[in-house]
């Protein structure tokens, strides 16, 4: 076994979901990542946690959401294990990343409605995503398999404590900011508010890796125009040029260059899914190249991103309403050129510069 592999599992246990003697934890892995599997079982048994691996298959979930059509019941008896317990370990890393790719996007978001419960009782526990290095997502990322191996497991062993305090300098901002507006090119000024929701710090805990500072936007306070013009894939497809209108809160007109329909299926999922649930800044500059997958460019240091759906409870403050929605997609916009972050009329990134980094003055 690659030693790395035994380091990404400790940093999982130790540092993201921090597990003791005695906890109850699923491991939900794709059998590429059974290497990982092994190494946390370890971990488990070091300290003695209980617990149980579960193997997620692309290809199975594909048949059933092909079979099923569009009609879902919450799976109560996945609910209830779930119920019992206390952290859970995710890894993406199947074989092919566009396994799903031919699910209709209605019986993608029928099936995401009925399974809300069942999320929302897991995002309630510890828990972490991360990512094992498998040659299917190296190849979306353009890269080898080994040097994809090196990507990964580099942007997963960093130094977390000293990047929570690089980006406590953004989050503390965040958190005493009212209203934020994005700015970008020709085709993005965007403004929200943010006034008493709370600005999260992500070092490398329920995301690894970590690093971003995120909120949520008060939830009808969101005017204007942007365009992501960074792609994503979803539901195995990619989704290119995403332009949306927001007012008073809510799509009122979108677009895409790709896969147009994918993205107006998802916007429909339900009432919560055409406003915004959050606000990222990405900090990780470790993390500097673009693969295609959200866990790592979202984290990028010259991007925000904006997720359109469910907002995280605990970034939204007790007098403001919480965005409830069974999507949570997250897109992202280049900060790199012509584009600046203000919070309160204040530049706090201009060109993908901080205002706490050296440059910020010429950027």
């Known amino acids: ?124 526990k510890r828990w972490c ?14 890269m080898s398999t080994e040097a994809y191996q090196d ?3 580099d942007a997963v ?17 965040l958190e005493d900011a009212d209203e934020v507006r994005i700015v970008a090119g020709d085709e993005t000024d965007l403004t929200l508010s943010v006034a008493g929701n709370h600005a999260l710090n992500d070092y490398g805990e329920k995301n690894l890796p970590g690093g971003e500072v995120f909120t949520a936007p008060v939830v009808d306070s969101v005017d204007g125009e942007v365009h992501f013009d960074m792609p994503l894939y979803r539901q195995g497809r990619e989704i290119r040029d995403v332009r949306l209108t927001f007012e008073a809160g809510e799509v009122v007109a979108h677009s895409a260059g790709r896969n147009e329909e994918l993205l107006t299926e998802i916007l429909d999922t339900d009432d919560g899914a055409n ?10 500059r470790a993390i500097d190249q673009f693969t295609y997958n959200m866990l790592f460019d979202e984290k990028m240091g010259e991007t925000v991103h904006l997720a359109v759906g469910a907002a995280y409870p605990e970034t939204v403050g007790d007098d403001n309403a919480t965005n409830e929605s069974a999507e949570h997609v997250d897109m992202i916009v280049d900060m790199s050129e012509n584009a600046r972050l ?13 205002v706490f980094e050296d440059g910020f003055a010429d950027a």
């Open 129 to 142: 995503l991360t990512q094992y290095p498998t040659s299917g997502h190296a190849q979306l990322a353009g």
């Open 157 to 173: 062993s960093l130094d977390w404590d000293a990047q929570r305090e690089f980006q406590a300098q953004m989050a503390d901002r």
């Open 1 to 124: 076994m690659d030693p790395r592999i035994r380091e990404h599992a400790a940093t999982i246990v130790d540092h993201a979901v921090d597990l003791a003697a005695g906890d109850r934890v699923v491991i939900q892995l794709p059998p590429e990542a059974e290497d990982l599997a092994v190494a946390l079982y370890e971990q488990c048994g070091d300290i003695g946690a209980i617990p149980v691996w579960l193997t997620h298959s692309d290809r199975a979930s594909r048949a059933y959401l092909r079979a099923a059509g569009e009609e879902y019941e919450t799976p109560d008896h996945q609910l209830a294990f779930y119920e019992e317990t206390d952290a859970f370990i995710i890894a993406r890393g199947g074989a092919n990343v566009t396994e799903t790719s031919d699910v209709p996007p209605a019986n993608n978001a029928a099936f995401k409605r009925a399974y809300k419960p069942v999320q929302e009782e897991r995002l309630s």
């Open 275 to 284: 406003r915004l649930g959050e606000l990222g800044i990405g900090m990780n």
């Open 151 to 153: 990507f990964v497991w």
């Open 342 to 354: 203000e919070f309160d009329g204040e530049v706090v990134q201009r060109n993908g510069t901080f």
